[in-house]
């Protein structure tokens, strides 16, 4: 039986991936939340802003603020440009469209990534004063995981009184809730579509930074299961709802990590499966997830 | 006001609107009259610019605005009461009259319009936390016409205002229009309800697979025989 | 009368000349050619079974890979002798490790279980929004994956199975495209297939009609799955590998695409898009490694035949959604039809191709009139939007 201190670190490194889903989920559920889009490509975003990070900061030693600054641009203009090329022409058709085109964009931009660079990993290491670990006992945490930790929240709490206090917010809230009537009240949802994938392409490249210190590889494909396990998060905490992207990150994040740490060693590389199983299980419940309403979930 | 020249509008490759034209002059009701899919939501949805005109001109003010977006339209003062009343039925009542107040930048109008609505509409006051889903269909279509208004519309458009309410919800509704009428308000109204539509508005445009086919003085068309057998139930005075 | 209604034209086109090739195939047995149009053959069976699911039923499943890996993976336990089997599932029961089955039945066992972990899976799933019925399948290729690299008594984990005995010939290959084409084509045309379609078409009307469409759905996902694992113990049988790597999101999304490219709704579709997307990547591949241009070497453009064809996928989709071939079912119907064979017995029949033969040859010359034609419309069109 693992002692307590062991429990806690994996508790922990829970809390420290859970960060990571919550941010990323986060954009998600702000994209679905108003276009009912599943963007596949989101996690790659992701992958996007690291392999500037990567280029500027590793390579040509420009200072991390700045880089990280021209990551968050790029990874922007990025998602933008998918909006505008794959998306866009595709509002008024089905959901089933947009997923595929979502695919499509995904692959393209993994597969940009591996002509651009290589297909293998390639090391990334954090400067000294980001990757220095703090102990608490049989807890470790590195800055820069307080510091992501922190971000989450800070991010939520921004984003929430965005949405609940000004007119943006509120044209958001309309659009999510009936796109043809925001129109009509004069609501320029193409505006409005555009800032959500904004911001979400920039939370993508933020929480790519977090993830690549903390496992110190990088790979072009390293943004589409993280993605996609941000997705669940948001599904999980309930699609639509920053708060529930939130909770829904860490706690996929916790699971995922006590599986990893408690279960016996047999069961351990089940973990990402273990997390499509939870999700799916929650939503048999919850078919809207756990802070969603219960309207219409199912078919 | 609003002038529509020669319209016709495309619905997923087929004609629905052919070469139709209308205009609506300032503090008049005009109605639109037709048996379903005589193309007449199509119009205001194409107005609103909802839907893109395949040909043709709409004006309103002289202003060109046919192929204009649609939040612009909102910015020239044409507000539409949809079809469906499309509240926003995960908001608050007072979220949704506020939002129609989206685009209004003078504070104290949008104070004055929310009392102005709420006179109106006593029964949105009671429940102005409410949320807007949970309203009756009468009630709703109450709080779209009001959400409407507090855009301080110079042209209001109201699709099916009546549609899928009961007898005395429509009279209710009929009564609102009526007092709005009173208040100068300009309107183009869309109702299969044609005995209403003819009663309370000026003019009326008839319409039938997607062409004006009759066009004059409501009080008039109300009287004329043919139009009573064909859309007012025949010999039956209402 | 067009070219392509003419009986005649379609015997040559869909039967004899596929017909020639699957024959040069079958005797170039192990030849660069031949492994090709075997691979051809595959990709026909998996996009066409998961045609039957995406394209006829309404339902959007991206797992399509994970049935492949089931039906791989059981074919092998059943066609490997036992010493292959210590080796490499050496938990396996005695009475399986002992336990070769003719190939044929063999196949057919990786169908069922792929079948039954349909209905398993299906059970609980299929009630999920369009969305997360989706996710829900890439979630299943996952789990799958996780057993077949972890469970190495049974699978020889992330090593995979190799020395699969080569019995999936170019006859065998062919001899099941053909069968599950005309399975999944009467199916179509039956009373089954048109509440399927309607069941895509209007699922809240398609409820008035009766029937349990949880029922339905969960059998078009279990047969699509069948045939799915019968075509992974032939892909299985063709490369003599498997391993969970090759039965990844990667797959199945190229699986996917093919579908989407050559026209989700329709199973001649299927045939189209196999053969773009097993040669087009083929064609592309100098161009990954670094092609040698009138002397000089350009660089290696790993992941380019990807860029290309998602890319594709992408205007694809925005501007042709039904795909190449749309909702027609020339293909199927050319080779299943009988009236297709009785024209080489009916003189008129040559007539009517030679003069529709006539027709097209005239109509190629005025091929730049009518671009421009399309051209100018598409301007007008795009003036008046």
């Excluded at chain 1, 102990?135 to 609940?164: D, E, H, P, Q, W």
């Excluded at chain 3, 050619?33 to 998961?50: F, Q, R, T």
């Excluded at chain 3, 065998?172 to 199916?187: K, S």
């Excluded at chain 3, 860029?307 to 594709?312: E, G, V």
Aim: aromatic share 10%; proline share 3%.
């Amino acid at each position: 039986m693992p002692d307590f201190g062991y429990f806690l670190s994996q508790l922990f490194n829970g809390i420290k991936l859970g960060s990571v889903y919550a941010m990323v989920a986060i954009g998600y559920s702000m994209v679905y939340g108003i276009l009912r889009l599943i963007n596949f490509a989101h996690g790659d975003i992701m992958t996007v802003g690291v392999y500037t990070i990567l280029v500027l900061f590793t390579t040509y030693g420009m200072p991390l603020w700045l880089t990280i600054i021209i990551s968050v641009a790029l990874s922007i203009i990025v998602g933008l440009t998918a909006e505008r090329v794959a998306y866009r022409p595709l509002r008024s058709s089905g959901e089933e469209t947009t997923l595929i085109s979502s695919l499509a964009v995904s692959i393209l931009i993994q597969n940009i990534i591996v002509m651009v660079f290589s297909p293998q990993r390639v090391a990334f290491h954090l400067p000294d004063y980001l990757s220095k670990l703090h102990t608490f006992g049989t807890v470790r945490l590195s800055t820069m995981n307080i510091i992501t930790f922190v971000a989450v929240f800070v991010i939520l709490i921004a984003l929430s009184y965005m949405i609940k206090n000004t007119r943006v917010g509120m044209a958001m809230r309309a659009c999510s809730d009936n796109m043809n009537a925001a129109r009509l009240m004069g609501i320029n949802v193409t505006t409005i579509i555009v800032i959500a994938f904004a911001i979400g392409s920039a939370l993508a490249a933020l929480s790519g930074l977090m993830l690549a210190g903390e496992y110190k590889t990088i790979d072009p494909l390293m943004g589409f299961v993280p993605g996609l396990k941000a997705f669940c998060a948001a599904v999980l905490g309930g699609i639509g709802s920053l708060g529930g992207a939130v909770l829904g990150g860490f706690i996929l994040g916790i699971i995922e990590m006590l599986f990893a740490g408690l279960m016996p060693t047999e069961i351990t590389p089940y973990r990402d499966a273990f997390v499509f199983l939870v999700l799916i299980l929650v939503l048999l419940i919850k078919p809207n997830g756990i802070l969603g309403s219960n309207e219409g979930g199912r078919s | 006001m609003l002038k529509i020249e020669n319209l016709c509008v495309k619905y997923d490759s087929i004609r629905v609107v052919h070469n139709v034209s209308l205009d609506i002059n300032d503090g008049e009701i005009v109605a639109m009259i037709g048996a379903n899919g005589a193309g007449k939501s199509t119009i205001l949805k194409t107005i609103s610019g909802l839907l893109k005109a395949e040909s043709g001109k709409i004006t309103m003010d002289s202003e060109d605005i046919t192929r204009v977006d649609s939040h612009v339209i909102v910015q020239r003062g044409i507000i539409q009461v949809p079809e469906g009343r499309q509240i926003f039925t995960k908001m608050t009542i007072e979220e949704n009259l506020k939002l129609g107040a989206f685009l209004q930048k003078d504070k104290e109008k949008v104070e004055r319009n929310f009392e102005r609505v709420l006179t109106l509409f006593p029964i949105l006051k009671e429940r102005l936390k409410q949320t807007a889903g949970t309203l009756s269909g009468g009630e709703q279509q109450m709080l779209a016409i009001g959400r409407a208004l507090m855009g301080a519309p110079r042209l209001l458009l109201l699709d099916e205002p009546s549609m899928g309410l009961s007898p005395l919800m429509t009279q209710n509704v009929f009564d609102v229009l009526r007092q709005l009428k009173k208040d100068g308000i300009t309107m183009l109204l869309v109702e299969q309800n044609a005995y209403d539509a003819l009663e309370i508005s000026d003019r009326t445009y008839i319409l039938e697979t997607g062409v004006v086919k009759i066009t004059g003085w409501s009080r008039e068309l109300i009287e004329d025989p043919g139009i009573k057998k064909a859309y007012l139930g025949g010999e039956y005075d209402a | 009368m067009k070219l392509k209604d003419s009986n005649i034209f379609r015997l040559i086109l869909f039967v004899l000349i596929p017909l020639a090739v699957i024959i040069y195939a079958g005797l170039d047995s192990g030849g660069y050619y031949a492994g090709l149009i075997n691979l051809v053959g595959i990709n026909i069976i998996l996009v066409a079974s998961l045609n039957l699911v995406n394209g006829f039923s309404g339902m959007f499943s991206m797992g399509h890979a994970a049935f492949m890996a089931i039906g791989a993976y059981t074919s092998a336990t059943l066609t490997l002798n036992a010493a292959q089997k210590a080796t490499y599932m050496p938990g396996l029961p005695e009475w399986l490790m002992n336990l070769v089955l003719p190939f044929p039945l063999a196949l057919l066992a990786g169908g069922i279980f792929a079948a039954i972990v349909a209905i398993l899976i299906g059970f609980p799933v299929l009630r999920f929004k369009g969305h997360y019925l989706s996710v829900a399948t890439i979630g299943l290729i996952v789990i799958v994956r996780a057993v077949l690299d972890n469970e190495d008594q049974l699978t020889n984990g992330a090593r995979g199975v190799t020395g699969l005995p080569p019995y999936a010939s170019t006859w065998i290959i062919f001899t099941i495209v053909i069968l599950v084409l005309y399975l999944l084509h009467r199916l179509i045309n039956s009373a089954y297939g048109r509440g399927l379609i309607a069941m895509r078409d209007d699922y809240v009307a398609a409820q008035t009609l009766g029937v349990n469409l949880t029922t339905k759905k969960l059998s078009a996902f279990c047969i699509s799955a069948f045939i799915a694992g019968v075509g992974g113990g032939l892909w299985g049988h063709m490369q003599s590998v498997i391993s969970g790597k090759f039965f990844y999101i990667d797959y199945s999304f190229k699986i996917v695409q093919t579908s989407i490219i050559g026209g989700m709704s329709s199973l001649s579709g299927s045939v189209v898009g196999s053969i773009l997307m097993t040669y087009i990547p083929e064609f592309l591949a100098p161009l990954e490694n670094g092609l040698r241009i009138f002397g000089t070497r350009l660089p290696e453009l790993y992941g380019i035949s990807n860029i290309i064809l998602s890319s594709f996928l992408i205007v694809l989709i925005i501007f042709r959604r039904q795909g190449i071939m749309g909702y027609s079912e020339i293909i199927t119907e050319s080779i299943f039809s009988l009236k297709t064979y009785k024209s080489v017995f009916d003189k008129s029949e040559y007539r009517i191709f030679m003069e529709s033969l006539k027709g097209s040859i005239k109509s190629i010359g005025s091929i730049p009139t009518r671009i421009s034609v399309w051209i100018s419309n598409k301007k007008r069109k795009k003036k008046g939007e």
